[in-house]
């Protein structure tokens, strides 16, 4: 007889059906596992004999084989210790077969056969449901498998709670989906003295999703600014909520079992590694840009990120995935996120003041600023300079308006972008800045006089193809901020105002913006 319960594997935020098959002979006592298991799921096979050692059970003095199938598919994770040891119980005759066929199963086991936590149940849990199969998984995540909308979930602490509740002795009462978490609390906006054009850069960035970066000096307040972005925006729609919580999920960051609305604002540190911001490893995980799906991905300092890595953010910012192809591995994660990034204009960050400003001006901003591609460079779609702020502003008093009054004016400007695209039925795009090709060219075709601007600036300013249509959806942004149906010269001319020549293609300056 063979034992069997199904079980998965991930591949990016694939799930791959994975069947657990237990048969027991005669011959000497032996217990292999086989079907391309790594480390973790060939050690599984102490952790499973201590956990049936721990309620009482010993295994059969018999040849066990547990196969993994299909058997040409690499197996990593220790979450195939549950299934591994519902498949032992049911050859030994401890479970029953007919019910453990209707479950799908994963789990890390403890020595003395708790049920520990493991990466990916929400997304297990929707294939399971997919497939009209229940789940079987750890106490701690029944919540999180709940969101799956999956009738049959069983989250037990421990293997024997599970024994008993298919014995009878000991029914499992069904995960209750816990409530999402409170409204994060972010900065306000108002705790920003001066700096108007850049807060209102900043509005519209957060209103369109466009990328921005921020050129200034230190403590011009950059990060400020941009650790008050997250507070701008609009919470997550349902569906995003489950795009962003099962990458989340996959990644291990799921705790609780609670869904959060926020959306998600990643910073790392510009030591971080090529993997560690796009993904991968010996054991591929989502990166950095995949975690800030739906949200902010907010890197500082710009220039001192290696330049493989910063190269490495082309293909996200385009096709809003990232791809990790290994010699073992290929897998494709989601990474729509919204880039906001922030630098000094030179190494010294004082450049254009005299009294500050080392000796190698302007030549040290050259250098230092053309460390940033000119490819990367054209696909930021916001360039703010953001200039030092002077003592008279920081003894002025609070400004009026803070994050509420601005967030409200993003929610509009969010819901007009939402309602159009529905109208013009374009699947998976939500934002003027994922509008693209003839669905851009309909919906933000300036008028007469704003497209003879457009063409004269992208002459005189030698504006790539991928430039001239940024522009264009930065004024579809400014015209739907307006409330204006068509775009018009002055919106083209305001997002012209916010396009700086890329490095080595003009004078360097502290406030080198190209003004339309």
């Given at each position: 007889m063979v034992a069997r319960i199904a079980t998965a594997a991930f591949q990016g935020i694939d799930v791959l059906d994975v069947d657990v098959q237990v048969q027991m002979t005669g011959g000497l006592p032996a217990f292999s596992v086989v079907g391309l298991p790594d480390k973790a799921v060939a050690e599984s096979r102490e952790r499973v004999r201590a956990a049936l050692h721990a309620m009482g059970l010993a295994l059969p003095p018999k040849r066990i084989t547990v196969n993994l199938a299909p058997a040409d598919l690499a197996k990593e994770g220790s979450h195939f210790d549950l299934p591994i040891a519902l498949s032992l119980l049911t050859a030994?005759?401890?479970l029953p077969a007919d019910d453990m066929v209707r479950y799908l199963a994963l789990g890390e086991l403890a020595l003395d056969g708790a049920l520990a936590p493991v990466a990916g149940v929400l997304p297990a849990a929707v294939h399971a449901n997919a497939r009209d199969l229940g789940l079987i998984c750890p106490a701690a995540q029944g919540g999180e498998a709940a969101w799956a909308g999956g009738a049959d979930i069983l989250a037990a602490p421990n293997l024997l709670a599970l024994v008993n509740h298919f014995k009878g002795s000991q029914v499992l009462a069904p995960p209750a989906r816990p409530e999402a978490g409170e409204a994060a609390q972010y900065p306000d906006l108002a705790d920003i003295k001066g700096q108007e054009t850049a807060k209102r850069g900043l509005e519209i960035a957060a209103s369109?999703?466009?990328?921005?970066?921020?050129?200034?000096?230190?403590?011009?307040?950059?990060?400020?600014?941009?650790?008050?972005?997250?507070?701008?925006?609009?919470?997550?729609?349902?569906?995003?909520?489950?795009?962003?919580?099962?990458?989340?999920?996959?990644?291990?960051?799921?705790?609780?079992?609670?869904?959060?609305?926020?959306?998600?604002f990643r910073d790392p540190h510009h030591s971080a590694s090529l993997p560690a911001l796009i993904g991968g490893?010996?054991?591929?995980?989502?990166?950095?840009?995949?975690?800030?799906?739906?949200?902010?991905?907010?890197?500082?300092?710009?220039?001192?990120?290696?330049?493989?890595?910063?190269?490495?953010?082309?293909?996200?910012?385009?096709?809003?995935?990232?791809?990790?192809?290994?010699?073992?591995?290929?897998?494709?994660?989601p990474a729509r996120f919204q880039l906001i990034a922030a630098m000094n204009p030179c190494r010294c960050g004082y450049l254009g003041d005299a009294a500050q400003a080392c000796s190698k001006a302007p030549k040290c901003a050259e250098d230092y600023q053309g460390r940033i591609s000119g490819p990367l460079f054209d696909r930021i779609d916001i360039h703010l300079d953001v200039p030092a702020v002077s003592p008279l502003d920081l003894d002025l008093p609070p400004p009026g308006e803070g994050t509420a009054q601005v967030a409200a004016r993003v929610a509009q400007a969010r819901a007009i972008q939402a309602d159009r695209y529905k109208r013009e039925r374009a699947a998976g795009i939500r934002t003027n800045a994922q509008a693209d090709g003839e669905l851009l060219d309909k919906v933000a075709r300036p008028d007469d006089a704003g497209r003879k601007l457009l063409v004269d600036a992208a002459a005189r300013l030698?504006?790539?193809?991928?430039?001239?249509?940024?522009?264009?959806?930065?004024?579809?942004?400014?015209?739907?901020?307006?409330?204006?149906?068509?775009?018009?010269?002055?919106?083209?001319?305001?997002?012209?105002?916010?396009?700086?020549?890329?490095?080595?293609?003009?004078?360097v300056s502290g406030g080198g913006t190209a003004r339309g």
């Open positions: 030994m005759d401890v369109g999703g466009h990328n921005l970066l921020m050129v200034g000096p230190p403590g011009a307040g950059k990060s400020m600014l941009a650790q008050r972005l997250p507070g701008l925006l609009p919470p997550l729609a349902p569906e995003e909520i489950l795009e962003v919580s099962m990458v989340q999920s996959l990644a291990g960051e799921l705790t609780g079992g609670g869904l959060s609305r926020q959306r998600p490893g010996m054991r591929v995980r989502p990166g950095e840009v995949s975690l800030a799906h739906q949200g902010v991905l907010f890197l500082d300092e710009l220039p001192e990120f290696q330049r493989a890595t910063l190269e490495s953010l082309r293909q996200p910012l385009e096709t809003g995935r990232a791809a990790v192809a290994r010699a073992n591995a290929h897998v494709t994660y030698g504006l790539s193809a991928r430039g001239y249509h940024r522009v264009l959806r930065v004024a579809r942004t400014l015209a739907d901020m307006d409330r204006s149906d068509g775009v018009a010269r002055l919106h083209v001319a305001e997002a012209l105002s916010f396009r700086r020549l890329a490095p080595g293609r003009g004078a």
